[in-house]
Nanobody, 115 residues
């Protein structure tokens, strides 16, 4: 299993970014996918989850209405569209899945929100 994130960067408050996570090594369309984030000195937190078929999504309260998780099963990719970004969204963002009871993480992509 391999998860590779991309799309992070430096953005001003109020701006937008779209993160991507390219997956390989497992049957992507059969597994839920999630995005987590970890800010310096804080614990890793769940940001959003999408079901295997993409019908069901869940979000942390802190990002509801601003972030949208989506997936393209044909491309084996999950996305996180982040709008109205705030300085408190600054963190390393990780892609996550669980396959046959094993947890897999990508290496992360850094998002920095600053003027």
């Amino acid at each position: 299993v391999q998860l590779v994130e991309s799309g992070g960067g430096l953005v001003q408050p109020g701006g937008s970014l779209r993160l991507s996570c390219a997956a390989s090594g497992f049957t992507f369309s059969r597994h839920a996918m999630s995005w987590y984030r970890q800010a310096p000195g804080k614990e890793r937190e769940l940001v959003a989850t999408i079901s295997s078929g993409g019908i069901s999504t869940n979000y942390a309260d802190s990002v509801k209405g601003r972030f949208t998780i989506s997936r393209d099963n044909a491309k084996m990719t999950v996305y996180l569209q982040m709008n109205s970004l705030k300085p408190e969204d600054t963190a390393m963002y990780y892609c996550y899945c669980q396959v046959i009871l094993r947890k897999y993480w990508g290496r992360g992509t850094q998002v920095t929100v600053s003027s």
